[in-house]
């Protein structure tokens, strides 16, 4: 790792729409930044000072689906052309002469509004289609084998170069270090599809929901999901094998309603006496109510005597971007409750929403191992032998 290697440029992409939030959440955080280019869905920062310890930097707030470092943009008009200058820009061969790259990220910012116009967040046919051009034009081997075609997740705790395609025709180059679960995805989207079977697209938040909290939920537990209609985030649920009590006073969809693990309370949150929901592990919310009135309902829930409530996913509404001013003391009022690992995140899927998740301690998180089949197949080794970049550090 170099030490030599001081960016200044800093890149983030979020919601459309969400800019001007993220500018705020930034400003109230990260002093040294100020806004530099900006189109909708993605944002660009210039540091007041080079960065000197590019590796542990962490963008701040809860907007920021992906965000990394700024190697530069090119533009033109044949994508194999693109490709070639990506891997000719001289900052782009500055980072590879002294960082080992373990994977490439191609990704669009996003077209619309998640769910809007049929359109849901992911890598596109066209970000494909640059992916293989840049890989077949990589100077980096580890970059062009087979395995590693297929965006789907890398590997913590290495350095991705990220391609942002801000228009077809202009393409920023960046990186990034995948320190957390969420830096792993292609523009910090999960792979993940909306399954023909599924109720509606609250199924895909919930599925993001697990897979970035990962939350120590195993088949048996008992969840309550407080606004359960019609009952996509239910389905999630009860195909990681728990239990779900919904609470509704609208219709359940039948495929939910009759599954044998699904029970549903046909009131308002506030309306249900407590000892209905005694013996609950895990409280899910997506209320179509102000943050307030969701915090409330968790709170009359985890504050009764013998709560065996070990942590919660609250989507909190935002009918005004405003409200996210308020989101440290929302969090602050969880962690009140004696829940002390509180996070929240824009997921990919949310709409003008925030994920919030917390548990009573940090080492709840569930800790992802390795099978042992997946250990001897591990492509990283196969890596190891074919490129010089290859790196075997895991912190
Ligand atoms: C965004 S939808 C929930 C989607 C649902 N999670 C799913 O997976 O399909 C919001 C729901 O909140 C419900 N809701 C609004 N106020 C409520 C309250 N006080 N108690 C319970 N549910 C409520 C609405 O009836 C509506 O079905």
Redesign the pocket.
């Given at each position: 790792m170099s030490s030599a290697w001081s960016p200044q440029f800093v890149f983030a992409a979020c919601q459309r729409g969400a800019e001007l939030a993220l500018k705020k959440e930034c400003a109230a955080r990260l002093e040294n930044a100020r806004p530099a280019f900006s189109r909708p869905g993605f944002v660009t920062f210039k540091l007041d000072q080079p960065c000197l310890t590019p590796e542990k930097f962490q963008f701040p707030g809860a907007l920021a689906r992906t965000f990394g470092f700024c190697l530069g943009k090119i533009q033109g008009d044949h994508l194999q052309s693109l490709a070639e200058q990506s891997w000719q820009l001289p900052a782009v061969q500055e980072f590879l002469a002294a960082h080992l790259i373990d994977n490439l990220h191609v990704w669009q910012r996003d077209a619309d509004l998640p769910g809007k116009h049929g359109f849901e967040p992911g890598v596109t046919p066209l970000a494909q289609e640059a992916e293989a051009a840049l890989r077949t034009q990589s100077p980096l081997e580890n970059l062009q084998a087979d395995e590693t075609s297929v965006q789907t997740s890398s590997r913590r705790n290495r350095w991705v170069l990220d391609v942002a395609m801000v228009e077809p025709t202009e393409w920023w180059i960046g990186c990034h270090r995948t320190a957390r679960r969420c830096d792993c995805w292609p523009g910090g989207v999960p792979p993940l599809v909306l399954p023909e079977h599924a109720?509606?697209r609250?199924?895909l938040k919930?599925k993001e929901a697990l897979l970035w909290s990962a939350l120590p939920i195993v088949p048996g537990n008992l969840c309550v999901?407080?606004?359960?209609?019609?009952?996509?985030?239910?389905?999630a649920l009860l195909e990681a094998a728990v239990q779900v009590i919904g609470?509704?006073?609208?219709e359940v969809d039948p495929a939910v309603e009759s599954h044998p693990r699904f029970s549903h309370l046909r009131?308002?949150?506030?309306e249900i006496p407590q000892r209905h929901l005694l013996g609950v592990h895990w409280i899910v919310a997506?209320?179509?109510?102000a943050p307030k009135?969701t915090l409330d309902?968790a709170e009359a829930i985890v504050t009764q005597p013998n709560s065996a409530v070990r942590g919660m996913v609250l989507t909190l509404k935002l009918s005004d971007w405003k409200l996210l001013d308020q989101l440290s003391e929302y969090m602050k009022r969880i962690r009140s409750w004696g829940y002390r690992d509180v996070r929240a995140r824009q997921l990919a899927f949310n709409r003008q929403e925030i994920c919030v998740v917390a548990l009573r301690s940090r080492a709840q998180r569930r800790v992802r191992r390795k099978s042992r089949k997946q250990r001897r197949i591990d492509p990283a080794q196969k890596r190891k032998t074919c490129s010089p970049h290859f790196s075997s550090s895991t912190s």
């Amino acid at each position: 790792m170099s030490s030599a290697w001081s960016p200044q440029f800093v890149f983030a992409a979020c919601q459309r729409g969400a800019e001007l939030a993220l500018k705020k959440e930034c400003a109230a955080r990260l002093e040294n930044a100020r806004p530099a280019f900006s189109r909708p869905g993605f944002v660009t920062f210039k540091l007041d000072q080079p960065c000197l310890t590019p590796e542990k930097f962490q963008f701040p707030g809860a907007l920021a689906r992906t965000f990394g470092f700024c190697l530069g943009k090119i533009q033109g008009d044949h994508l194999q052309s693109l490709a070639e200058q990506s891997w000719q820009l001289p900052a782009v061969q500055e980072f590879l002469a002294a960082h080992l790259i373990d994977n490439l990220h191609v990704w669009q910012r996003d077209a619309d509004l998640p769910g809007k116009h049929g359109f849901e967040p992911g890598v596109t046919p066209l970000a494909q289609e640059a992916e293989a051009a840049l890989r077949t034009q990589s100077p980096l081997e580890n970059l062009q084998a087979d395995e590693t075609s297929v965006q789907t997740s890398s590997r913590r705790n290495r350095w991705v170069l990220d391609v942002a395609m801000v228009e077809p025709t202009e393409w920023w180059i960046g990186c990034h270090r995948t320190a957390r679960r969420c830096d792993c995805w292609p523009g910090g989207v999960p792979p993940l599809v909306l399954p023909e079977h599924a109720v509606n697209r609250a199924y895909l938040k919930m599925k993001e929901a697990l897979l970035w909290s990962a939350l120590p939920i195993v088949p048996g537990n008992l969840c309550v999901e407080l606004g359960c209609a019609p009952g996509g985030a239910s389905q999630a649920l009860l195909e990681a094998a728990v239990q779900v009590i919904g609470v509704d006073p609208a219709e359940v969809d039948p495929a939910v309603e009759s599954h044998p693990r699904f029970s549903h309370l046909r009131q308002r949150t506030m309306e249900i006496p407590q000892r209905h929901l005694l013996g609950v592990h895990w409280i899910v919310a997506d209320m179509n109510v102000a943050p307030k009135y969701t915090l409330d309902a968790a709170e009359a829930i985890v504050t009764q005597p013998n709560s065996a409530v070990r942590g919660m996913v609250l989507t909190l509404k935002l009918s005004d971007w405003k409200l996210l001013d308020q989101l440290s003391e929302y969090m602050k009022r969880i962690r009140s409750w004696g829940y002390r690992d509180v996070r929240a995140r824009q997921l990919a899927f949310n709409r003008q929403e925030i994920c919030v998740v917390a548990l009573r301690s940090r080492a709840q998180r569930r800790v992802r191992r390795k099978s042992r089949k997946q250990r001897r197949i591990d492509p990283a080794q196969k890596r190891k032998t074919c490129s010089p970049h290859f790196s075997s550090s895991t912190s």
